[in-house]
Structures are given as structure tokens and as C-alpha cells.
């Protein structure tokens, strides 16, 4: 029997959530509890849509053409995506024997492993740096390196929210320069905090955050780590 999950929303027309034009696919459900958080709605488990395999890919294969003409395709993210492992797999499996691109957007709190043959491309979180992890995310980051190092020799594109009297530190800078040369990664995404997820904790009945000890970094900043950061 073919797997079900849970989905919270799925985009048409998404643009930076890999290459091209994409259908964005967001599963529902997440452990972490990362203070800036702005998909804070996903996290519970038991919210969303449940949905079969199939009723998703109805959804993908409306914009094949763009996805053609474009480089695009299907990503999924959440909440955490593999927080529904079965169903994530299954989902990625479907796209890729359509000829369709994959891609995951991830946390790395749960191995990826078993997605290599079925994803091409994983965009990988990094979210603070590795003395923070316990207390910001909820892991330790000594998990979520071992299962970047598993994806070894396969696309990964690194992504880090960068949030000023947070995460932006120079401990993290040094972290991003050394996994920036593990095989396969192909890039490092800097992404300077947002408040779009502001309100959305106190609609979904969850705790807000501190948002008014968040701002995004300097541009001047951002554009030295880029410079700092090189890739291989």
C-alpha cells in the first residue's frame, strides 16, 4: 500500500528553493524548535492535510512545462520532510521516475541516506554554530554533521539563516568554511533573518519568539562571509 502523509501546503511557481521553477511541496511536522523559525505552523504532527502520493503528484505535474523549460521541479520541505520519511521517500521516487528534479530541503536531524538514488539535489541546513546546537535547536550538531557526511560525493548546497544577536558569529563563519570543502557541496546559501514568520506561532497556538532581539546583518557582512567562504 502506497504511503500517506501529511501536508501542510503545496506551492506552485517557486522560485530559490533549487534550480529553476519549482513546485514546493511542505510536509507537515518537526521536532526542532530553532527561535526564528518562520514555518512555525508546520511543526505539529497531527495539523495538515493527509494526502496520497498520487493527489500530490496531480498537484506537480501541472507545471511540467515550466519545469522543462526552466531546469525546475519538485522540492520538498516543511516542517522537517523527514519527520515523514516513508512519505518523503515515495514522493521522490514518483517525481524522479517521471523524469522530474528532486530536491529536499532539510535539517539534517534525520538520515538522508536512503534518498540518494531517489533526490538530486539537498539543500542542507546549517543553523547555528555547533556549541549552540543543544540549546537553539534541540540536537546536538554532532548529529546533523554525521548526516551531512553521509551524503558524501552527493549535491548538497548548504543553506544557514544568518540572524544578527543570534547566529552571526564568527564561530559559525569558521564551521561554513570548513564544510564548505566536504565532497559534493556545491554552494553556501547565506540568508538573512526575516519576520514572515512573525504571527504565525500565535495563529497556530504555539509561543512566540523574541522577534525584537532579531534583525538581519549588515549587507557589508554578508557580503564578506560570501567572500570568505570558498567552495572545494
Known sequence: MAPEGYVSEIQRGCLGDGPGIR?????QGCSLRCPWCHNPETRPFAAGRKRTVE???RVVRRDLFYYRESGGGLTLSGGEPMAQAEFAEA??????????HTAIETSGVHS????RTVCDLFLFDVKAARKHYPEWIGVPWETVEAHLRELAGAPVRLRVPLVAGWNFEEGLLRQLQTLANLPGV???DLLPYHDLGRG????AGLPEAPWHTMSAPPPEELKRWQAE???G
Open 112 to 115: 538522508l541516506a536512503s534518498l
Open 91 to 100: 514522493l521522490l521516487a514518483a517525481a524522479k521516475a517521471e523524469g522530474i
Open 55 to 57: 493527489e500530490v503528484m
Open 229 to 231: 567562504i570558498s567552495i
Open 186 to 188: 556545491e554552494g553556501v
Open 200 to 203: 504565525k506561532a500565535r495563529l
Open 23 to 27: 513546485t514546493t511541496v511542505f510536509l
